[in-house]
């Protein structure tokens, strides 16, 4: 007997999948007799533990009263169907009534695959540390001790579990066990495989894929009466979220976590993250929060109980802070995968680093203010107003995509110089648009957490400034030459989605790309702790100085606070 079977999997549109997959794999199985097989090392089997029948595997069991259940199972998922369409060897795992009455059946169609191999696995030919691919795509390994090779068919194990009897067919071997083998399924199969209380999560997912033609594998089915062909067209999937941080949700010598929020999380998590929003008087894409969301939920290690208990942030592939002590899962019921781990998230919360890329204003807009805000928010001492003027005209490293940024600046002269001092206090502000062409201008309510505390001056004022934060000192720091502390083109992190675009080669060319739209000079961090009763609430810089010398005017351009990763 000679079979051949080839498998060609063509991929059409609905399916998630991680990785571009298009794929024919060929199987070979007996040439001649029922006992060939892959390994050569001979087990001595006492041919009396092996009951051989003549009649074919479905014949044998729908005349057996005791694994009734399983025949039933077997053809109301198909399989029964699927082998006799393949017309080759195979070799089923099954149990008994009693015992499969007590199994979990939810997954069936997995469940049902993880039985059936395409491999007459005569038990003459098995030996320890072999592995048998099943339908389902997964590994059962055998194992065998020294009373399993000497032929006593009790002690060979699959995965672990045990041998009752061996059934040799006229197509194949059935092999009954003491209970079904457990193999879990892959962090691809458990996505796949969610229900409908997570079917945002999945849907977050399977919205990364990516559908292109393959035109070599569309069968041309006709014309159309425009005279272009029409094809059963054919679909290669890709999934460039995950192939970007080569992450492959089917490999099995993938070691990953995953965690899985519920719909009912999803929906919590965001609604408690615009309503804090509201209250800071902030607004924030809502796809950057759910992009958030997606970033966080894998991780290319597995995470044991004790290894989430053991630390307090863990990184996602994608660099997401996943804050152990705040975000709750269940970890009594973790969910083994081969390739991995998966646990339901029982709570989650959208950190605050999130709903605040970074919170940055301009000095300028005291000319937008009324005399009573000026007084309100600009408290001057030997300040007087001289200017608000733009020093660096609007520009952009890269039009259409970055908007234009200028570098306005709010200019005092010193009222006194022979007092040589001077000092502002400043309350931070927001300028919106109105309806009526105008502004409004608030003070920034700034919620409870840690921040580095960025600013921009003007490069050689000459003098040397001391600054508190909320009355704290954050120290003297020097106005001169370098440009640590020249509007915000210095020095500082960049703005959210600009350090990526940097680091793309040959993206952006502007000989001046590293000097746009930066904190500013470091600070220092400061701890900002609300109003009395812990709510967002205005801060106070205090910017000074005790000698300026030959200095004739102070130049202020920018603040900027930007949540640490303890500002969670």
């Not at 996602?316 to 970890?331: A, C, E, M, N």
């Not at 030997?382 to 306005?408: H, M, Q, S, Y």
């Not at 921040?451 to 490069?459: A, H, P, R």
Request: proline share 4%; charged share 20%; with cysteine.
């Amino acid at each position: 007997m000679n079979t051949k079977n080839r498998l060609q999997t063509l991929l059409r549109m609905g399916g998630l999948l991680p990785a571009t997959l298009l794929f024919a794999v060929g199987f070979s199985a007996c040439e001649a007799s029922w006992d060939d097989h892959y390994h050569t090392t001979e087990t001595k089997m006492n041919n009396t533990q092996v009951s051989i029948v003549s009649v074919t595997t479905e014949a044998y069991l729908q005349d057996q009263d005791s694994l009734s259940g399983m025949y039933a199972f077997l053809r109301d998922q198909g399989i029964l169907e699927q082998i006799n369409a393949k017309d080759q060897l195979h070799t089923l795992f099954l149990v008994d009534d009693a015992t499969f009455a007590q199994e979990d059946t939810t997954n069936a169609s997995f469940l049902a695959k993880s039985l059936v191999t395409d491999i007459a696995l005569s038990p003459s030919n098995l030996y320890d540390g072999e592995r048998i691919l099943m339908w389902h795509g997964k590994y059962v390994v055998v194992s065998l001790d020294s009373a399993a090779l000497a032929g006593n068919i009790s002690h060979i194990r699959f995965n672990e579990v045990p041998v009752k009897e061996i059934i040799k067919t006229s197509d194949g071997y059935i092999y009954v066990l003491e209970h079904l083998i457990k193999t879990p399924m892959s962090l691809y199969d458990v996505i796949n495989n969610l229900g409908d209380d997570y079917s945002l999560f999945k849907e977050m997912v399977m919205a990364k894929n990516v559908l292109t033609f393959d035109k070599p594998n569309s069968k041309p089915i006709g014309v159309d009466n425009t005279g272009n062909t029409v094809y059963d067209s054919v679909f290669i999937i890709s999934n460039p979220f995950f192939d970007a941080k080569g992450f492959d949700l089917t490999a099995e010598s993938l070691a990953a976590t995953v965690m899985l929020p519920s719909n009912e999380v999803i929906r919590g998590a965001m609604d408690d993250a615009k309503a804090k929003l509201t209250e800071w008087d902030m607004t924030r894409d809502t796809n950057l929060m759910k992009n958030w969301i997606l970033e966080v939920a894998f991780f290319n290690q597995r995470y044991t109980p004790a290894d989430l208990s053991a630390n307090t942030d863990i990184s996602s592939i994608y660099g997401r802070q996943w804050r152990t002590t705040v975000q709750l899962l269940d970890t009594e019921n973790p969910i083994s995968m081969s390739n991995g781990i998966a646990y339901k998230v029982t709570w989650m919360k959208i950190p605050n680093n999130i709903l605040m890329y970074r919170l940055k204003d301009y000095f300028y807009y005291y000319e937008n203010c009324s005399e009573t805000q000026k007084a309100a928010y600009f408290n001057a001492t030997n300040l007087e107003f001289k200017e608000c003027v733009t020093d660096v005209a609007g520009w952009t490293p890269l039009p259409g995509v970055w908007p234009n940024i200028e570098n306005r600046v709010l200019t005092y002269s010193f009222i006194n110089t022979e007092v040589d001092v001077f000092n502002l206090e400043f309350v931070p502000i927001k300028r919106v648009a109105n309806s009526d062409g105008g502004y409004d201008i608030r003070p920034w309510k700034i919620p409870p957490g840690e921040y580095t505390l960025g600013m921009g001056f003007k490069q050689s004022l000459g003098l040397d400034v001391e600054i508190s934060f909320n009355d704290v000192s954050m120290g003297t720091f020097t106005l001169g030459s370098a440009t640590t502390f020249h509007y915000d083109r210095g020095a500082g992190s960049y703005a959210e989605g600009y350090r990526e675009a940097l680091d793309t080669p040959g993206l952006i060319t502007h000989s001046k790309k590293g000097n746009y739209d930066r904190d500013g000079g470091q600070i220092g961090t400061v701890v900002v702790t609300g109003d009395a009763q812990g709510n967002p609430a205005p801060v106070k810089l205090s910017i000074g100085s005790s000698g300026f010398g030959t200095a004739t005017k102070m130049t202020f351009h920018h603040w900027c606070l930007r949540p640490t990763i303890n500002n969670y």
